[in-house]
């Protein structure tokens, strides 16, 4: 053990850490693996951290490739969080020795982008976003970031280098925070405001518009999840059967316990799993996790139905966990027969 320390050390990170990944029987020899395909013993810090943070993603089964990308961190081909993970991406799909071009161009190796391209490309977004971060300040400056994120020039950017020049242009459009950033402030100006009537129409002079439910899954990290089918397998006739069983089609699942009233806590859930499965022509079922019987209560079950149809969705089904138990235990009772499970 006090070898892997040592190793991964050598990578850059400290004595707490390296003892920690060593002690961990699934990093600890994927890590070390990767160390040995580079066929180095010291390395840089940005290329130690890639290669660590390589070895929390990857496995055999899902990133055949592992050592091909390690060696390319190790000779400076791969630079970034970004190329690595594009890098992850390609070679769950493909086999990167038989066409290293193509891999180069999906990695985005040998893109350098200057600090003079990070500037204009984000003085444009800026730009483009003008008039309402004037109107809404740094309210607005979440969905200016975004766009910068998704603009295809900055695609290989230093992402340190992005947000720094980012915050740097910001500043100097908006000015530091001041009364008007601050949400309590913004709080007694509501009251003081006129009724809701004047405000709304106050609102539609500026030209705010709701966002739809559309948009919401077509803009930043939720925006690249995968199509049905795509997500990699270990088996590919998982896939397969998967497609069977769904036809191809987006199915959701929201999972409450029915043991009290649903808040605003769970309003994220709902909104991403109905309104993911609507954008995208699926359905989202309705299934009470009811694993806690003395807690329960009928009551609970019908308020959680009413606010989800209240907030414009309808359960495809209404399923509950309890459905499944006996099906489990079952199970539980073969395993155990089989020598798989004990009690």
Same mark, same amino acid.
């Given at each position: 053990?006090?070898?892997? #320390?040592?190793?991964? +050390?050598?990578?850059?990170?400290?004595?707490?850490?390296?003892?920690?990944?060593? %002690?961990?029987?699934?990093?600890? &020899?994927?890590?070390?693996?990767? /160390?040995? $395909?580079?066929?180095?013993?010291?390395?840089?810090?940005?290329?130690?951290?890639?290669?660590?943070?390589?070895?929390?993603?990857?496995?055999?089964?899902?990133? &055949?490739?592992?050592?091909? /990308?390690?060696q390319?961190? *190790?000779?400076?081909?791969?630079?970034?969080?970004?190329?690595?993970?594009?890098?992850?991406? =390609?070679?769950?799909? @493909?086999? &990167?020795?038989?066409?290293?071009?193509? =891999?180069?161009?999906?990695?985005?190796?040998?893109?350098?982008?200057?600090?003079? +391209?990070?500037?204009?490309? #984000?003085?444009?977004?800026? !730009?483009?976003?003008?008039?309402?971060?004037?109107?809404?300040?740094?309210?607005?400056l979440?969905?200016a970031?975004g766009?910068?994120?998704?603009? $295809?020039?900055?695609?290989?950017?230093?992402?340190?280098?992005?947000?720094?020049?980012? !915050?740097?242009?910001?500043?100097?459009l908006? %000015?530091?925070?001041d009364?008007?950033?601050?949400?309590a402030?913004?709080?007694?100006?509501?009251?003081?405001?006129?009724?809701?009537?004047?405000?709304?129409?106050?609102?539609?002079?500026?030209?705010?518009?709701?966002?739809?439910?559309?948009?919401?899954?077509?803009?930043?990290? #939720?925006?690249?999840?995968?199509k049905? *089918?795509?997500?990699?397998?270990?088996?590919?006739?998982?896939? $397969?059967?998967?497609?069977?069983?769904? %036809?191809?089609?987006?199915i959701?699942?929201?999972p409450?316990?029915? @043991?009290g009233?649903?808040?605003? *806590?769970?309003?994220?859930? /709902? @909104?991403?799993?109905?309104?993911?499965?609507?954008?995208?022509?699926?359905?989202? @079922?309705?299934?009470?996790?009811?694993?806690? &019987?003395?807690?329960?209560?009928?009551?609970?079950?019908?308020?959680?139905?009413?606010? /989800?149809?209240?907030?414009?969705?309808?359960?495809?089904?209404?399923?509950?966990?309890?459905?499944?138990?006996?099906?489990?235990?079952d199970?539980?009772?073969?395993?155990?027969?089989r020598?798989?499970?004990?009690?």
């Amino acid at each position: 053990m006090d070898g892997l #320390i040592t190793k991964f +050390e050598a990578l850059g990170l400290t004595a707490d850490k390296a003892k920690e990944a060593a %002690g961990n029987k699934k990093l600890a &020899p994927t890590l070390d693996g990767l /160390i040995t $395909a580079t066929g180095q013993s010291s390395f840089s810090k940005n290329t130690g951290m890639l290669l660590y943070k390589l070895a929390a993603k990857v496995t055999k089964e899902k990133t &055949p490739h592992g050592d091909y /990308i390690a060696q390319a961190i *190790g000779s400076g081909r791969l630079g970034s969080d970004e190329q690595v993970s594009a890098a992850t991406k =390609f070679c769950s799909k @493909n086999d &990167p020795t038989a066409d290293e071009k193509a =891999f180069d161009a999906a990695c985005g190796v040998g893109v350098v982008v200057s600090d003079a +391209e990070i500037s204009a490309a #984000i003085a444009g977004v800026l !730009d483009s976003f003008k008039d309402t971060l004037l109107a809404e300040r740094y309210r607005a400056l979440g969905r200016a970031l975004g766009k910068v994120k998704s603009t $295809a020039a900055l695609q290989w950017a230093d992402s340190g280098k992005v947000k720094s020049e980012f !915050d740097a242009q910001a500043l100097a459009l908006l %000015g530091p925070k001041d009364e008007r950033d601050d949400p309590a402030a913004a709080k007694k100006a509501a009251k003081k405001a006129a009724p809701k009537a004047a405000s709304a129409k106050s609102a539609e002079s500026r030209g705010w518009e709701p966002a739809t439910l559309e948009s919401m899954f077509a803009e930043g990290e #939720i925006s690249r999840l995968h199509k049905v *089918g795509e997500n990699p397998q270990i088996k590919p006739e998982l896939t $397969a059967e998967h497609l069977r069983a769904t %036809g191809g089609q987006v199915i959701t699942r929201f999972p409450p316990e029915p @043991n009290g009233f649903l808040h605003i *806590g769970h309003a994220k859930a /709902i @909104n991403v799993n109905f309104g993911y499965a609507k954008t995208h022509g699926g359905v989202c @079922n309705l299934r009470y996790d009811d694993t806690n &019987p003395e807690a329960e209560e009928q009551v609970y079950v019908d308020s959680i139905l009413e606010i /989800i149809r209240w907030l414009g969705f309808e359960p495809h089904q209404v399923l509950y966990s309890s459905d499944y138990f006996q099906q489990l235990y079952d199970l539980a009772v073969q395993l155990t027969e089989r020598g798989l499970a004990y009690v």
